[in-house]
């Protein structure tokens, strides 16, 4: 190396740099600015918190993260009750606090933020000694950040830059080619690793627990699919929900419309994750991993009128509990509206039967086309020790058309029944033609302009549904999912129209409906009371009509002396803290409780068999 | 001289280099043994390396062994040269370099303050940063933040007020 040799003019060399602007602040002469855009420290500056008390929802991600310690959730009075927040809030102890930012970082609402003030600079109270240090700092060192320091925006995060994971694992879903066909399940599931990696994005905040009605351990069961534990992940599912197949796929998930990622990204796909971890366990392994052995005996006898997921739920939870459980079903499978009312393309057989002969193998006797009427109801009344009534709403509810002797309106239930039946080849064939009108804009009503959509392409080849509802599109009580996979697979929706009249031919058959506009559908106390507006017609043109316009409950096998001491409001049994009807051993759970959701029947069927534990103990 | 010249030249001249490759075009990295470490940095400071940008350190703590980085920079060649050594750490011990650069005392009081790394020869260490230390230096892996925290400030207690 020859950095020694030097030229006889290097120091003149410099005399180049003489008229050049100088790169260096000749402080305090000048005061060149280092952030042209804001004035002092850096923009992203990891100063003292701010926290939006009202955008928080207390998920409590930042204490867990800490590494020092320095958060701690705390209860504020002072905080909006929200759904899916708690009244959490956080507390900052800047003793410990070491200001690397984790706690924004993994913010999952993006309300916490860091300022660009500092002005602790820990001088240690002169009275401190070694003993009294740690009093005194954790009385004057503690810090609520509230909106303080929110107007000097230091360090916080965006989208771009996050810890979370905000996007959710794709699912694969056939495409609408090639599901409209049949009835093969649309969602495939995920696998393995898919799972894993959706299992990682889960923040254990647990909001979601306090959102489901029968407060699954969510957390806890994502946690064992991340671990790669399927066992003790289908143990923590099964502590509180004896239907996992089944909400596993047609759940409401109100656990993911909570979800604290949900807020600046993609959900947690919980669903599907349950789904996962019961589909990759098969049933034989579940009695290894579930404790099936009763507690205790209890020697009595509980008669479930009903087998559908509200019975089945009641049956299981008491079955741990020692009692003898028979249930009544009329329909050839217990299932009830899981098997009747959804179509296979959302809901397999396979799936929901693995849930029921679990549930079976627990002791519980179903009793399969056993319908009950009033003397049948004297009997088991006075054969057993309880009863538990939950027949769900199984009535179609009717539009006021006239529809004397027309064989072809049909409504939902009975409809979506017979291609259960179709399907399973317990008959030869469903009744449609190629021209088929829906009414209503529920997830029943999509389930059965789907299904025709399916028929017809397997019976004539090409698809003609039409699905007229009363509401508007944004208050269209079905899923969004729903509206957007129907109109793939050719189905075509018309809003806000209400029937008028069936218009026939010259032979009596049906041939189109005329409708008229809705104005509005519920009234100022937001009660359904639709209004309409007569000069705005639209007529389609159908022969086949489908009302799916709601189910009402059956009360009638109940005889008139039990009944008349049950307290009933808008269709539904009014019951006691104890889920009783009032009437001494008679209870009640499901739909009949607390209008149709699957998941709710699971959390009533669950109360009525505490419920039934209490009356004896 | 580009990076492939410089790295030829060192591996020429100096003996005992135990690994030498390239990260991008404009740094790379040489491994040398502890013992070697005065020798291999006042060649390359006689090489036209005449900046040390920084001293630091890593702590290995499942091979048992603490590396120490140092971090030098040449304007002529514009390249940044990291130079890394191993050393043991249950005892970890190495020469200072305070007389080849002097602004080696500094880096070197921070990296003890930090990793506990002892620097014969430099016999300021004074904590330039941490207050009434009485833990193991907190840059090591072992070093638990929460449980220090919890020690010296006692649990979190909620607001008085």
Redesign the interface.
């Known amino acids: 190396m020859d950095y020694k040799k030097k030229s006889f003019f290097a120091p003149f060399n410099s005399l180049k740099y003489l008229l050049k602007d100088p790169v260096t602040i000749r402080y305090p002469k000048e005061n060149k600015k280092t952030y042209p855009e804001v004035e002092g420290v850096s923009p992203q500056y990891r100063g003292r918190h701010f926290n939006d008390l009202e955008k928080c929802i207390g998920c409590g991600t930042c204490e867990d993260i800490c590494p020092t310690g320095a958060i701690q959730m705390v209860e504020f009075d002072d905080v909006k009750e929200k759904n899916g927040a708690t009244k959490k809030r956080p507390v900052i102890d800047y003793g410990r606090c070491c200001f690397c930012g984790f706690c924004v970082d993994v913010c999952t609402t993006s309300s916490l933020g860091m300022s660009r003030e500092y002005v602790n600079n820990f001088p240690t109270p002169p009275e401190a000694t070694e003993d009294t240090q740690g009093e005194i700092i954790s009385k004057y060192f503690i810090i609520r950040p509230d909106l303080n320091f929110s107007k000097n925006q230091g360090w916080i995060t965006d989208n771009n830059y996050s810890w979370l994971e905000l996007k959710r694992v794709v699912m694969g879903i056939f495409n609408p080619e090639e599901r409209s066909n049949s009835f093969l399940e649309i969602v495939k599931g995920y696998t393995k690793e898919e799972a894993i990696l959706e299992a990682r994005r889960c923040v254990a905040c647990g909001l979601c627990k306090d959102a489901c009605p029968i407060h699954m351990d969510i957390p806890e069961y994502i946690m064992a699919i991340f671990n790669d534990d399927v066992k003790e992940s289908v143990k923590e599912i099964y502590k509180t929900n004896p239907l996992p197949e089944v909400c596993g796929r047609v759940c409401t998930h109100k656990c993911e419309s909570v979800c604290s990622l949900g807020h600046r990204g993609e959900p947690v796909a919980i669903r599907w994750l349950k789904r996962y971890a019961v589909d990759s366990l098969p049933l034989e392994e579940y009695k290894n991993v579930i404790a099936n052995k009763p507690i205790k005996q209890a020697g009595k006898s509980v008669a479930i009128i009903g087998g559908g997921p509200a019975g089945l739920s009641a049956a299981y939870f008491l079955s741990f509990m020692g009692y003898r459980i028979t249930i009544f079903e009329k329909e050839a499978k217990a299932g009830g509206i899981a098997r009747y009312g959804i179509p296979a393309y959302r809901l397999p057989e396979d799936a929901l039967n693995k849930d029921i002969d679990f549930i079976k193998s627990l002791g519980v006797e179903i009793k399969t086309n056993t319908n009950i009427d009033k003397n049948m109801f004297e009997k088991i009344y006075k054969e057993y020790d309880a009863i538990i009534i939950s027949t769900g709403f199984d009535l179609p509810r009717s539009t006021n058309l006239s529809r004397n002797g027309m064989e072809n309106v049909v409504g939902a239930l009975p409809f979506l029944h017979d291609v259960r039946e179709f399907l399973s080849n317990k008959i030869s064939d469903v009744k449609i033609t190629d021209n088929v009108l829906v009414i209503g804009g529920g997830n029943v009503a999509f389930d059965c302009s789907r299904s025709v959509a399916r028929l017809q392409k397997m019976k004539f080849g090409k698809v003609k549904v039409t699905q007229v509802c009363l509401e508007t599109p944004d208050i269209i009580p079905a899923d969004k999912e729903e509206i957007e996979e129907s109109a793939e697979e050719g189905v075509t929706l018309i809003y806000g129209m209400g029937p008028k009249e069936i218009i026939l031919d010259d032979k009596g058959n049906i041939k189109g409906l005329d409708f008229m506009k809705c104005e509005s559908v519920f009234d100022e106390n937001m009660r359904f009371n639709p209004k309409f507006n007569e000069n705005e017609r639209l007529i389609c043109e159908a022969t086949m009509i489908i009302e799916a316009i709601g189910q009402a409950p059956d009360y009638s096998f109940i005889p008139e002396e039990y009944r008349s001491k049950m307290k009933f409001e808008r269709g539904k049994i009014v019951l006691d803290e104890n889920y009783s009807t009032g009437i001494e051993k008679i209870f009640a759970a499901g739909d009949i409780v607390k209008g149709p959701d699957i998941v709710n029947g699971i959390a009533t069927g669950l109360n009525a068999a505490k419920g039934v534990d209490k009356l004896f103990n | 001289m580009n990076q492939k010249e410089l790295i030829e030249y060192i591996k020429n001249n100096f003996k005992g280099i135990e690994n030498i490759k390239s990260i991008d075009e404009k740094q790379f990295s040489i491994t040398v043994q502890k013992e070697r470490i005065i020798n291999i940095l006042s060649f390359l400071k006689?090489?036209?390396f005449k900046e040390l940008a920084l001293i630091t350190a890593v702590d290995w703590i499942k091979e048992e062994k603490i590396e120490v980085v140092y971090i030098l920079f040449s304007y002529?060649y514009e390249q940044q040269l990291i130079v890394k050594t191993y050393i043991d750490r249950q005892e970890p011990s190495i020469e200072s370099i305070k007389n080849l650069w002097e602004i080696a005392t500094m880096y070197e009081r921070d990296v003890h303050e930090f990793f506990g790394i002892d620097f014969i020869g430099n016999d300021d260490k004074r904590p330039l940063i941490l207050?009434n230390w009485k833990d193991i230096p907190p840059l090591r892996k072992d070093f638990d933040?929460?449980k220090?925290?919890?020690t010296?400030?006692?649990k979190?207690?909620?607001?008085?007020e």
Do not use: Q, T
């Not at chain 2, 979190?156 to 008085?160: I, L, N, Q, W």
């Open positions: 006689l090489s036209n002529e207050h933040s929460l220090y925290s919890n010296i400030f006692g979190f207690k909620k607001d008085k």
